[in-house]
């Protein structure tokens, strides 16, 4: 089992920047693939950003590529999201999850965390 809990969230500015984390309670976090996930109010949720185990794949959704960036430290059990330029539209709980394979399908993710609200205003 591996218990993912999610910070950073927060309201921001359209244009500014949040870094969230998430932090893994387990020594074999290495093991998983991680990714980042947001849903919108009324909408489905949905990929917007993936790394390997060793951290040197990435992908990210067509939307966010260039704005956002993955990445984590597997000595401190963490991923993180870095968000640049945010947008209004981004307004989203944003949830990390933890997969065996490097997908963007939700159902293939395995753990996931509770969730941290992002919020951007215009």
């Known amino acids: 089992q591996v218990q993912l809990v999610e910070s950073g969230g927060g309201l921001v500015q359209a244009g500014g920047s949040l870094r969230l984390s998430c932090a893994a309670s387990a020594s074999t976090f290495s093991m998983y693939v991680m990714g980042w996930f947001r849903q919108a109010p009324g909408k489905e949720r949905e990929f917007v950003a993936s790394i390997t185990r060793s951290g040197i794949l990435t992908s990210y959704a067509g939307s966010v590529q260039g704005r956002f960036t993955i990445s984590r430290d597997n000595a401190k059990n963490t991923v993180y999201l870095q968000m640049s330029s945010l947008k209004p539209e981004e307004t989203a709980v944003y949830y990390c999850?933890?997969?065996?394979?490097?997908?963007?399908?939700?159902?293939?993710?395995?753990?996931w965390g509770q969730g941290t609200q992002v919020t951007v205003s215009s």
């Open positions: 999850a933890a997969s065996n394979t490097r997908t963007r399908t939700l159902s293939e993710y395995i753990y």
